[in-house]
């Protein structure tokens, strides 16, 4: 793993920015925090122990602060959490229940009772889960705990999307167009949208993180994407009342960080852009927003800032506008009234600690610093690593991390994460790995550094969107900042390249690496019978021999030539002999390969698995080959033809909408199924009769079940 070095910018009201070792809580044992250095009298103390409602990488970042601070932290866990890295940060622990998030971080009661049972002086949601429940944040008042957090109040009036709408158009900051009253039945709901016009957007009156969202192309499709956002955003939020909205096809994602304390202040740390999605959630932020003019970036702020003191904010929180790319013209979208998942850029532009921040006000204390105080320096951009898979529409990938390897934090690289190599990456819950955070002194020389450092970024066991968050932070468009929510599907086809083989060069690494892999295996091998040897050495005689593999979707051969213990020639298709050396070391960590094809350098780090050799490259073009399997060997009797496959994660089935015997058109939906934080319909493929549904609700179904049989009419 990496180290955890890093810079942290110190800000209070009597000094400027003033670099510490260190970021995060990482400090080292002498740092006294200045606004403590104000607290000497005792007046303005912190809380000494709180509760972290929540799980993985957000708890970790909230209790690193918190100890820095001195402040005990009690962590709460489902019992598939238990082994989790938070679980382990944390002074004490304690489960409250089962794996499903409505037996565990959903369940009030049983955090308010670990709370008191510990002795905790207050409560931090984290984001997710509770964090923006209101009767939460008003159960922790009633029990007399602090919730770190704004007001019940201001959650539910920012929480309601149309009462929040209400709100800012009498605060005077814009909104998009379209329909926020309360008569939501299906009929009234269509004739708004018609009159909107489509495409249309409609979002959960409660919803956020991109839950519970749909966008209505065509009025045929109304109908079936309401019943699926109302189902989302029942599941999600227990609430399926929805709004609509007029959706704007290329409008860019600019949100502004805001934070407020109980004595009426509300300050402003700039803005960020979150243009870039899948799926209506984010995947690269950064931070400022590019190519935004002067005039309306402080437009923006002053709009979020009079949003916030409509609601008398207290804590983080984040105003989200889009705006349009064509004349800067924007809309208030949402107020998210909690920390946001992308608050580490505002940390590394503006020096602060965005939870001691949170902390120092929900303890009563004024703010530390003025408006003028805050100043923006350099750029930053997060990455948002997933295990999930891009080439199969961003499906989550749970599973085991049997390899895992950072670049180096240091005073321009950070990393948020919540996991280990050796811990798993779940079903139950969103399946994020990390948050890469890099700082530049300028757009292009942060970008850059984002690059490199997913390039140094390994991971073995799960799928993971590396590859694609390379290629989109590579690509010629986000390099010009012509950034936009459709930016994935306007630039699918280079995002998404339809060759997906290796090239000629990694072919010939791949079998390369396997051959000095061999010869590293060999030479740790204590037998001196030279019938055990596997480096082609013979007697008068050239070894020759075939090595197939398999990369991707291929399997490709190469004839090899045995020169020396570590020098081959390599053909490809018969075609002419290329000079290759090499060899495999270990180093710390694992296994690094040096060598040469046709006199140039290769290298990678090697990590094996079973059948597969996983060739880690620092230019960014990683790959795996593996030994192909005999075809018994992967046969299988599940998913046979006719058979409806669930996706390729756990789920479990909200609804069966077909019956043995319906007869059914291709596209109509046959049922839904939930599971990493999203609801999936399940359509038919083909004109046919239903001959068997194998689930019925709430059963739970492997990844890449047969869950209905269809049969051709």
Not at 75 to 95: G, I, L, P, Q, T
Not at 205 to 229: H, Q, S, T, Y
Not at 379 to 396: L, M, Q, T, V, W
Request: hydrophobic residues 35%; glycine residues 8%.
């Amino acid at each position: 793993m990496a180290s955890s070095g890093g810079l942290l910018f110190v800000l209070n009201r009597y000094s400027k920015i003033r670099p510490t070792r260190s970021w995060m809580g990482l400090v080292s044992r002498d740092y006294t925090s200045p606004w403590r250095e104000q607290e000497s009298d005792g007046q303005n103390r912190y809380f000494d122990k709180i509760l972290v409602a929540n799980r993985a990488e957000i708890a970790c970042r909230v209790m690193r602060t918190a100890h820095r601070l001195g402040i005990e932290t009690v962590a709460v866990y489902s019992e598939a959490d238990k082994n989790s890295m938070h679980v382990a940060m944390a002074k004490e622990a304690h489960c409250i229940g089962s794996a499903p998030s409505s037996d565990s971080y959903l369940r009030m009661d049983r955090i308010i009772d670990v709370a008191k049972k510990t002795g905790s002086q207050a409560i931090h949601p984290g984001y997710g889960f509770l964090s923006e429940n209101k009767n939460f944040a008003a159960l922790c008042k009633d029990e007399g705990i602090e919730f770190i957090g704004p007001s019940p109040s201001a959650i539910e009036k920012m929480g309601v999307k149309r009462v929040s709408k209400e709100i800012m158009s009498t605060s005077s900051v814009p909104v998009v167009p379209g329909y926020f009253g309360k008569d939501q039945s299906n009929e009234n709901l269509q004739l708004e949208a018609d009159k909107i016009g489509y495409p249309v957007l409609i979002k959960a009156d409660l919803g956020g993180g991109g839950k519970g969202m749909r966008i209505v192309n065509e009025r045929e499709e109304f109908n079936m994407m309401l019943e699926a956002c109302r189902s989302e955003a029942l599941k999600s939020f227990n609430d399926d009342k929805v709004l609509l909205e007029k959706y704007l096809s290329k409008p860019r994602h600019v949100e502004v960080q805001v934070i407020g304390d109980k004595h009426g202040n509300i300050l402003h740390l700039f803005e960020r852009d979150c243009s870039v999605q899948r799926r209506h959630q984010k995947i690269i932020e950064e931070a400022p927003g590019p190519n935004i003019s002067q005039s309306t970036r402080e437009s923006i702020w002053s709009a979020a800032v009079r949003a916030a003191k409509a609601v008398d904010y207290v804590g983080a929180g984040t105003v989200e506008f889009i705006v349009d790319t064509q004349d800067e013209t924007f809309y208030f979208m949402e107020m998210n009234t909690r920390l946001q998942v992308e608050h580490p850029i505002t940390e590394l532009i503006t020096g602060t600690d965005l939870v001691e921040l949170q902390l120092r006000v929900a303890a009563g204390h004024p703010l530390p610093l003025s408006q003028s105080d805050i100043t923006c320096t350099g750029h930053a951009f997060e990455a948002r690593i997933y295990a999930e898979n891009p080439s199969e529409s961003f499906s989550p990938s749970p599973g085991l991390l049997r390899h895992l390897a950072t670049p180096s934090s240091s005073e321009t690289v950070r990393i948020d994460t919540g996991v280990r190599q050796g811990d798993e990456v779940t079903a139950y819950y969103d399946p994020m790995i990390a948050k890469l955070v890099v700082w530049g002194p300028t757009r292009t020389l942060a970008l850059n550094k984002l690059v490199q450092s997913l390039h140094n970024y390994q991971i073995v066991g799960v799928h993971s969107n590396l590859s694609f968050l390379t290629s989109l932070a590579s690509h010629q468009s986000f390099i010009d900042a012509d950034v936009h929510t459709g930016f994935i599907e306007q630039h699918r086809e280079s995002l998404f390249p339809s060759n997906k083989g290796l090239s000629p060069r990694q072919q010939k690494l791949g079998i390369l690496i396997m051959l000095a892999l061999e010869r590293y295996n060999n030479t740790r091998n204590l037998s001196l019978d030279p019938f055990n040897s596997t480096d082609g050495g013979r007697v008068n005689t050239m070894h020759h021999r075939k090595v197939s593999l398999k990369g991707k979707d291929e399997i490709f051969t190469g004839s090899v030539e045995y020169i020396g213990s570590d020098d081959f020639n390599i053909s490809m298709d018969n075609s002419q002999w290329i000079p290759c050396s090499g060899q495999v070391r270990q180093k710390a960590g694992g296994l690094v390969f040096n060598g040469f094809i046709d006199n140039e350098k290769a290298s990678a780090d090697v990590v094996t698995t079973e059948n597969t050799i996983h060739c880690f490259t620092n230019d960014g073009n990683s790959f795996s080959v593996e030994f192909p399997m005999p075809e018994y060997y992967n046969k299988s009797s599940s998913g046979d033809v006719g058979g409806v496959k669930s996706p390729p994660y756990s789920t479990r089935v909200n609804k069966v909408l077909v019956n043995v015997g319906d007869n059914v058109k291709k596209g109509q939906l046959l049922l839904t199924v939930e599971g990493m934080k999203m609801e999936t319909n399940i359509l038919s493929p083909i004109d046919g009769v239903v001959t068997e549904v194998l689930y019925n609700v709430e059963d739970v179904v492997a990844a890449n079940s047969k869950v209905v049989e269809i049969i051709n009419d």
